[in-house]
């Protein structure tokens, strides 16, 4: 008489119990966001507060509070409509506005959006002499020819620059920059 049993005397399931297992664990559905043709899913907008360190912003989506966030946070703004949506973040507790973005949410995904840090100005010399830079009155720095430097986290509103010879002090060229929006803005003295 010939006798059988399980090979893997150690009680384990049999290796077509644990292949099917593996199949529904890796079928079933994981991602909560997907696009899909048929409208199932949801739309979400993640944020990021990369303003800058120790800034703890305030977001709102289309003029309404959703939440405030500390800096390297990231927070999801979930199930939003299809539609545009207007973000903005504002520092707390100032209430000063830092960013805005529009993001047209068009399909079930997960859209993004960074709250950057503060805009900066590059200055670019290509005058033929070294220059001091000002920014509303303000001496920045001093440039050599064919050098550039940044002013970095400016304020936003109107901003007036301007460049003096720095061997006599004479007024070499000036300029207004509207900074409103979060992005860097460039001034090139030729």
């Known amino acids: ?38 409208g199932a899913g949801e739309a979400d907008i993640v ?3 990369d303003y800058e360190e120790g800034a703890t912003v305030d977001i709102y989506m289309d003029g309404q509070f959703r939440f405030s966030m500390g800096f390297k946070m990231t ?6 409509s299809l539609e545009e949506h207007t973000l903005e973040a504002r520092l707390n507790p100032t209430g000063v506005l830092i960013d805005s973005e ?3 949410v068009i399909e079930y995904t997960d859209y993004s959006w960074m709250v950057d840090d503060p805009p900066d100005i590059k200055v670019i010399n290509q005058f033929d002499n070294p220059l001091r830079v000002l920014m ?4 920045q720095f001093d440039l050599a020819n064919e050098e550039s430097r940044w002013i970095i986290d400016v ?6 620059l301007k460049a003096l010879g720095a061997a006599d002090g004479r007024e070499i060229a000036s300029t207004t920059i509207r900074v409103d929006e979060n992005t860097d803005y460039s001034w ?3």
Not at 75 to 80: A, F, M, R, Y
Not at 155 to 160: I, K, L, T, V
């Open 1 to 38: 008489m010939i006798k059988t049993r399980r090979a893997d005397g150690a009680g384990f399931p049999s290796a077509r119990l644990l292949a099917w297992l593996a199949i529904l664990a890796f079928s079933w559905p994981s991602c909560k966001s997907p696009t899909s043709p048929d």
């Open 102 to 104: 529009k993001i047209d």
């Open 155 to 160: 304020a936003y509103g109107e901003r007036f």
């Open 136 to 139: 509303d009155g303000v001496y």
């Open 75 to 80: 927070i999801e703004l979930d199930n939003v």
């Open 47 to 49: 944020v990021t507060n």
């Open 188 to 190: 090139t003295i030729e």
